[in-house]
Structures are given as structure tokens and as C-alpha cells.
């Protein structure tokens, strides 16, 4: 299993990262705020855990979004341990 991570940046909006907890990680409105809080004050957040080929496509599906906004927002994915 893989987590998909959001990074902090000091451009991309904080509505618009939670815009793409709800749309891509299916979160409700407090979860998708709350993970947006931890990006912000901490530097990542865990947006979701998922098999490696869901974890690439949310990863892409992140970036690809963000950039089609001019956002920089990073998504990454590590190894569950």
C-alpha cells in the first residue's frame, strides 16, 4: 500500500487544496479542511492509502489538475510502512 501525500507551497491557495481533497480523495468538507491544516502547518498531509496503480493515477490526476489551475501543488506517493 501507498500514501498519497499533498506538500506544502507557499503559492497554491489553501480552498483550492481543498478542492482537491473533496474531488479527488472523496473527502467531506472537515476531513478535506483538516488535512489541508496539517499540509499547511506541518509541511504534508495524508490524503488517502491506496494499491501502488490507484496511488500513481491519484498522484497524476493531482498534479494535472493543479498545473491546468497554474498551481504548483505537489502530490506525492512513499511506501505505507
Known amino acids: 500500500m501507498y500514501k498519497v501525500l499533498l506538500l506544502n507551497d507557499d503559492y497554491t491557495p489553501m480552498d483550492f487544496v481543498v478542492h482537491v481533497l473533496e474531488r479527488f480523495f472523496a473527502l467531506d468538507r472537515e476531513r478535506a479542511t483538516l488535512i489541508m491544516l496539517k499540509v499547511h502547518n506541518e509541511g504534508a498531509g ?36
Open 46 to 81: 495524508v490524503a488517502g492509502v491506496y494499491t501502488r496503480d490507484i496511488a500513481e493515477t491519484k498522484v497524476r490526476q493531482v498534479t494535472d489538475f493543479a498545473r491546468s489551475h497554474q498551481h504548483p501543488l505537489q502530490c506525492v506517493m512513499e511506501e505505507n510502512r
